[in-house]
């Protein structure tokens, strides 16, 4: 009867001790992507017997997914709504915790993004314009705001498409699917992306891009989770996320948004 109950014990245990000594898997927004990658490279340096796999996606698809019981142990989301949503439904153990504010621009690489504005999206020269898909994507919202405060979001419907998050936004533009397309700061200061000029967007238009991070109820035992999650907070992952265009948690916001309309400026 012993050994019974004691074999009992340990079938319960496994998924939490598997959880616990398995690699680390992160969903994270795709405005991290390059950001994300280029941070995981020196954890891996400073942590090289930690096992990490990250999956990049739409923060609300995400959600959904891990609500549903997908293997992730840490989200990264470009919107702290989504990590709070989780927070209260119990799929997070740990509070929601903002690792950065975001930015949107435009972003062509087939004209000069730096010279125009929304308004200018509605010139005949202009037959397609991208942004992510506001039903499930953060920067897809965001870009909807700024429009609408504009005043152009409505005569822009016949041009706009969708991208599934903004990511595959920016690649729609790049492919030739879009003339000109709105993306993140992040993804248009990437190398292959930042040989061609962006126009910064007032973040006045929209609402902010706070964006935040919990770790799963799957992750709760997975010490390298929580490792990671610390990581995010050293000097490294700071200014990786910095050089990326990232305004991060205790930085000067006014000061921010300064420095990157200069850049911005032609």
Do not use: C
Not at 4 to 19: D, F, N, Q, S, V
Not at 58 to 66: E, H, L, V
Not at 238 to 264: C, H, K, Q
């Amino acid at each position: 009867m012993h050994l019974r109950a004691l074999l009992l014990t340990l079938l319960l245990l496994l998924p939490g001790l598997a959880a616990a000594n398995g690699p680390l898997t992160i969903a994270a927004a795709s405005d991290l992507r390059f950001a994300l990658d280029e941070i995981l490279d020196a954890y891996r340096e400073a942590h090289p017997d930690d096992a990490v796999r990250v999956t990049y996606g739409s923060s609300g698809r995400m959600t959904t997914q891990i609500m549903n019981g997908a293997p992730y142990d840490v989200f990264f989301s470009a919107d702290i709504a989504y990590p709070q949503k989780l927070r209260a439904e119990g799929h997070a153990v740990t509070e929601p915790e903002v690792y950065a504010i975001g930015r949107i621009v435009l972003w062509s690489n087939r004209m000069d993004a730096s010279t125009m504005t929304l308004e200018d999206l509605t010139r005949d020269d202009i037959r397609r314009v991208a942004i992510a898909s506001p039903t499930h994507a953060p920067y897809g919202v965001r870009a909807m705001e700024a429009l609408q405060a504009a005043g152009v979001w409505e005569e822009l419907q016949p041009k706009i498409v969708n991208g599934d998050n903004i990511a595959q936004t920016a690649r729609m533009v790049q492919a030739g699917g879009a003339d000109i397309g709105i993306i993140a700061l992040s993804l248009a200061e990437f190398p292959d992306l930042a040989e061609h000029p962006h126009y910064l967007i007032d973040d006045a238009l929209h609402e902010p891009l706070t964006q935040g991070f919990v770790i799963t109820r799957r992750g709760e035992h997975n010490e390298t989770a929580h490792r990671f999650a610390d990581y995010m907070n050293a000097d490294t992952a700071r200014e990786i996320m910095r050089r990326y265009g990232f305004v991060m948690p205790g930085d000067d916001l006014a000061e921010n948004r300064s420095a990157e309309a200069t850049t911005a400026t032609p």
